[in-house]
């Protein structure tokens, strides 16, 4: 099983950046992923989850109406995020996380403990 994520940058406050996790190992129509961010200093927070199954999200507060998870239509196996409007507060290193939901998936999907597999992570920096 690999998750690896890919997209991260540098870029301007107010811009847009698309994150991809491309996910080998497993079948992806089974699984949900997640992408949490970790800025120094700071644990690690859920941002979005986007489950396979039923095509459900799930979004923290801080970026809804400015992030969007979805899964790659060309590329089956991928999942991405498109994160529009940055802010300086979004920069972290972004990882993606896949786990086999359960019934339990939308009270836990923010809590890294719930999740089985993860990316090397991808850094993003939102500065002038």
């Known amino acids: 099983v690999q998750l690896v994520e890919s997209g991260g940058g540098l870029v301007q406050p107010g811009g847009s950046l698309r994150l991809s996790c491309a996910a080998s190992g497993f079948i992806l129509d089974y699984y949900a992923i997640a992408w949490f961010r970790q800025a120094p200093g700071k644990e690690r927070e859920g941002v979005a989850c986007?489950?396979?199954?039923?095509?459900?999200?799930?979004f923290a507060d801080s970026v809804k109406g400015r992030f969007a998870v979805s899964r790659d239509t060309a590329k089956n196996t991928t999942v991405l995020l498109q994160m529009n409007n940055l802010k300086p507060e979004d920069t972290a290193v972004y990882y993606c996380?896949?786990?086999?939901?359960?019934?339990?998936?939308?009270?836990?999907?923010?809590?890294?403990?719930?999740?089985?597999?993860w990316g090397q992570g991808t850094q993003v920096t939102v500065s002038s």
């Open positions: 986007f489950s396979s199954g039923d095509g459900s999200t799930h």
């Open positions: 996380a896949a786990v086999a939901p359960g019934l339990r998936l939308l009270s836990l999907w923010d809590t890294p403990g719930y999740y089985e597999y």
